[in-house]
Nanobody, 123 residues
Framework: QVQLVESGGGLVQTGGSLRLSCAASGRTVSGYGMGWFRQAPGKAREFVARFSSIGGSGYADSVKGRFTISRDNVKNMLYLQMNNLKPEDTAGYYC?????????????????WGQGTQVTVSS
């Protein structure tokens, strides 16, 4: 059984930083593509960052240069370092694992999802 558990969310001021973590079990983060998505109230879930099992990464334009996705294969963890946070980054953040080694920006290509962690950025 695959489980993803996010942590690290919280309340931070504009310009601050947070690091989100995603603990994976039942599937290795090194063997499958992994991604982060976010969803704000009243809005659709949107792609944030992705990491393929062979090491390639990609980001949404809105977070490029501020967010960094990484993984620890030994701990089987996925991370999202978020710097220079803005109020528009406020959302629930979700970790997801893809069906194969590669990943896209589309939520439909992800198979398992965590329950999310809330990030709130105050102005």
């Amino acid at each position: 059984q695959v489980q993803l558990v996010e942590s690290g969310g919280g309340l931070v001021q504009t310009g601050g930083s947070l690091r989100l973590s995603c603990a994976a079990s039942g599937r290795t983060v090194s063997g499958y593509g992994m991604g982060w998505f976010r969803q704000a109230p009243g809005k659709a879930r949107e792609f944030v960052a992705r990491f393929s099992s062979i090491g390639g990464s990609g980001y949404a334009d809105s977070v490029k240069g501020r967010f960094t996705i990484s993984r620890d294969n030994v701990k089987n963890m996925l991370y999202l370092q978020m710097n220079n946070l803005k109020p528009e980054d406020t959302a629930g953040y979700y970790c997801a694992t893809a069906r194969t080694y590669s990943v896209t920006r589309h939520a439909r290509d992800y198979e398992y999802w965590g329950q999310g962690t809330q990030v709130t950025v105050s102005s």
